[in-house]
């Protein structure tokens, strides 16, 4: 019998190719899966705001909700990104890292509830609106909740364990839609109404998600002081500048369309713009779990970082135009039914404005690959860059064109951004793909397009859209494949990984019985995701089992 147990696990240290890939494609797998539920109850939330508030309650809306969505990432300051970084370069100091951060979040909420009010007190003034007190107090609580959720989440990232985060997201959405769906009517206060179910529905989510960190991974420390408080702002804040600038950037349209025009032509553009706003969840389902890979080895093998990136630059690009294409295709019949008829004017910005989404499911990835090489200063110094080109493209554009030079204003940020942010990368030995392999995606984008033509009319029905939809996109995936847009090889990759895992989950069941503890081997293996731990995060029950396996 040995004479004690080992104090401490082997120190992390990078995984095996296939292990690295089998991660990707599980929490990819997580994350499709919950995008797949998230987007549909985004879009019943938003087009029900829309027929029951009408333009001008919904552009108020819209507007509070633009301010607060700047503010929240403000106020962030990358905190929640560089929660991410550590775990997954240290994922033994779980305990100490997470108290830390729960420290931050405490500075972060107050920080964001305090702008909030600041910036909403100055826009009134300014802009000449008035905004109800008490909407804007249950907006500063949905954002207090929101900050918790993200910072749950960021942590849950760092182990690359996906589906917390997801489903804590899809029970949030799910719940605002639903509550939105039962409560919100102008009668009931229209534009309160609709914060209200926002609120709630964060509370609920958040409550969720921390209850799992904090019971299954016994992350109860809290620290905040003067030390911790400097070494993560160090870290954050030139990411922090970038994040903040970039929400700006997004919200920028909204903010001065709101400024400049009329809060019914808020409403119109908003009906347009914020399809955008769920699809940027997407490329996370890529972009995300990959984000703990390239922090391992952007300073380690520059080349597999290089291989990593343009991999999934591609693969962003592949799957984004079939949104673009589907969505030009049934602007006027998905905004008629859902929004109504007095929506009729958001049709053609939406059009214009879809495409934006193959540039930002590229550039989603910006801040991740910049994070990973700790070149967050070059990142948020492009980002100011683009916050200039946008601010004084739209001063010109929506003065003359109103709702359209926003439109083509927010075209030129996203496009202003991927250009610089692959140029910069460039510098840094990181190269995106050929233009020859971006461009064989052309052939499949085609055939989808012809496949698409009978429901560009007004009067194509959803069911008409679903037919036409569910036929073009096997003929997109087909051509990819043929043509090499999707390569074979990473098909066939992709496969075997699967294959392998339930193999080996099938050889699990069969030979090991339920709740038995495994063999100890210096690395510990919790719910099928190998992570190497100190022995401090390793639950009691399981640290006794090893225990007694060493004996």
Not at 194 to 213: E, K
Not at 219 to 242: A, Y
Request: with cysteine; proline share 5%.
């Amino acid at each position: 019998m040995s004479e004690s147990a080992p104090a401490q696990f082997a120190p992390p240290r990078g995984p095996a190719a296939g292990d690295a890939l089998a991660r990707i494609v599980r929490n990819s797998a997580f994350n499709a899966l919950g995008m797949a539920l998230i987007l549909p109850f985004n879009f019943i939330a938003l087009f029900t705001l829309a027929r029951r508030l009408g333009k001008e309650s919904l552009g108020t809306f819209f507007t509070i909700f633009a301010i607060s969505a700047v503010i929240h990432w403000i106020a962030d300051a990358g905190v929640s990104t560089v929660l991410t970084h550590r775990i997954a370069r240290a994922p033994d100091q779980l305990r100490r890292i997470v108290g830390e951060a729960a420290g931050m979040l405490l500075l972060v909420a107050f920080t964001s509830v305090s702008l909030f009010c600041v910036v909403c007190f100055i826009w009134m003034l300014v802009a000449g609106g008035e905004f109800d007190w008490l909407v804007l107090a249950v907006a500063a609580m949905a954002m207090v909740t929101r900050h918790t959720l993200d910072f749950a989440s960021n942590a849950f990232r760092g182990l690359e364990r996906f589906e917390f985060e997801n489903l804590s997201r899809v029970l949030q959405t799910a719940l605002f839609a639903l509550f939105v769906w039962v409560g919100v009517y102008p009668q009931t206060g229209g534009v309160l109404a609709g914060f209200t179910a926002f609120m709630a529905s964060n509370v609920v989510a958040a409550s969720l998600i921390v209850t799992i960190l904090v019971w299954r991974w016994n992350c109860r420390e809290f620290h905040l002081n003067r030390r911790t408080l400097r070494d993560w702002l160090r870290e954050s804040l030139p990411l922090g500048i970038g994040d903040s600038v970039r929400r700006l950037i997004m919200q920028l349209d909204t903010l001065l369309l709101a400024a400049f025009r009329p809060p019914a032509l808020v409403g119109l553009f908003s009906v347009a713009y914020r399809p955008l706003q769920p699809l940027q969840l997407l490329p996370r389902t890529i972009v995300s779990v990959t984000f703990p890979m390239m922090s391992r080895v952007a300073h380690s093998d520059r080349a597999a970082l290089s291989r990593a990136f343009a991999r999934t630059t591609n693969i962003l690009w592949v799957a984004s135009l079939p949104i673009a294409l589907l969505t030009t295709a049934c602007a006027a019949p998905l905004i008629l039914t859902t929004a109504g008829p007095d929506f009729n004017g958001a049709i053609w910005p939406l059009r214009i404005l879809i495409w934006v989404a193959p540039l930002m499911f590229i550039n989603a990835q910006l801040r991740f690959a910049f994070t990973a090489l700790e070149a967050q200063r070059h990142y948020w110094k492009l980002i100011c860059w683009i916050l200039a080109i946008k601010l004084v493209a739209e001063l010109v554009l929506i003065p003359l064109f109103g709702m359209y030079g926003a439109c083509v204003g927010h075209v030129l940020g996203e496009l202003a951004l991927c250009v610089g942010g692959l140029a910069i990368l460039h510098a840094y030995g990181v190269s995106g793909p050929r233009w020859s392999q971006l461009l064989k995606v052309v052939p499949a984008a085609a055939a989808m397009a012809a496949v698409l033509i009978p429901v560009w009319t007004p009067g194509a029905s959803l069911l008409e859209i679903a037919f036409y939809g569910l036929l073009s996109l096997p003929a997109y995936a087909a051509i990819c494949l043929l043509t090499g847009a999707s390569p074979w090889s990473d098909v066939k990759q992709v496969w075997q990984v699967i294959a392998r895992r339930a193999t080996a989950q099938r050889t699990n069941r069969r030979e090991q019985q339920p709740g038995a503890p495994s063999e100890f081997t210096g690395e510990m293996r919790i719910d099928r995701c190998e992570i190497p731990l100190n022995a401090s995060v390793v639950e009691p029950r399981l640290r006794g089992a090893e225990l007694a396996n060493t004996q």
